[in-house]
């Protein structure tokens, strides 16, 4: 029983790290969705999503809003659904 709650809050707190490391690796403030720029399939993320983790800074594209990310024929994540 105490290895179940301990990895629990384990997998809790290496999420809440991604997490932080997804937002202190980010270059600009202020926007809302990410995107890659060299993936084959134009899909749009959460900054919080675990693909979005995965996007090179070099790659990355920043979208304020969910429509500006649509216009330029970009999908949402069907993981975190932005």
């Given at each position: 029983m105490k290895h179940k709650i301990f990895r629990s809050v384990l997998i809790a707190a290496l999420m809440m790290l991604t997490t932080l490391a997804v937002f202190a690796a980010t270059p600009k403030t202020g926007f809302n969705y990410v995107a890659s720029s060299a993936a084959a399939k134009k899909v749009f993320h959460l900054?919080?999503?675990k693909w979005a983790s995965k996007i090179k800074q070099s790659n990355a594209v920043y979208f304020v809003k969910r429509e500006d990310a649509v216009k330029q024929g970009y999908k949402p994540c069907g993981?975190?659904?932005p």
């Open positions: 900054p919080t999503c993981v975190c659904k």
